[in-house]
């Protein structure tokens, strides 16, 4: 019923910047926090950062002062601007959304399916 699905991930030298996207599609009532989440070989998915449906951030201290989270209640998206990018962030990154799609019943959490970014030093 509810699909997430990530873009622009890719390659960058260390330093550099990249905008992942999460876009939510299906049956949707609506959206409350949205958030992006990160997983490398050999480590438990960790939180990134989390936004709220009014607009409330959250980050891991990780990234700081280098990455914003923001969302477009309009258009079901939300997106991760990743600035100073450092090797330390390569990871699969994955968008999730905590959704309602039916007024009568809690609302769960969707996930994407994942974008690759690589920092190189």
């Known amino acids: 019923q509810v699909q997430l699905a990530e873009s622009g991930g890719g390659a960058v030298q260390a330093g550099g910047s990249l905008r992942v996207s999460c876009a939510a599609s299906g049956t949707i009532v609506r959206i409350n926090d949205m958030g992006w989440y990160r997983q490398s070989p050999g480590k438990q998915r960790e939180l990134v950062a989390s936004i709220t449906r009014g607009g409330s951030t959250d980050y891991a201290d990780s990234v700081k002062g280098r990455f914003t989270i923001s969302r477009d209640n309009a258009k079901n998206t939300v997106v991760l601007q990743m600035n100073s990018l450092k090797p330390e962030d390569t990871a699969v990154y994955y968008c999730?959304?905590?959704?309602?799609?039916?007024?009568?019943?809690?609302?769960?959490?969707?996930w994407g399916q994942g974008t690759q970014v690589a920092v190189s030093s």
């Open positions: 999730n959304a905590d959704v309602k799609t039916n007024w009568s019943f809690p609302s769960r959490s969707y």
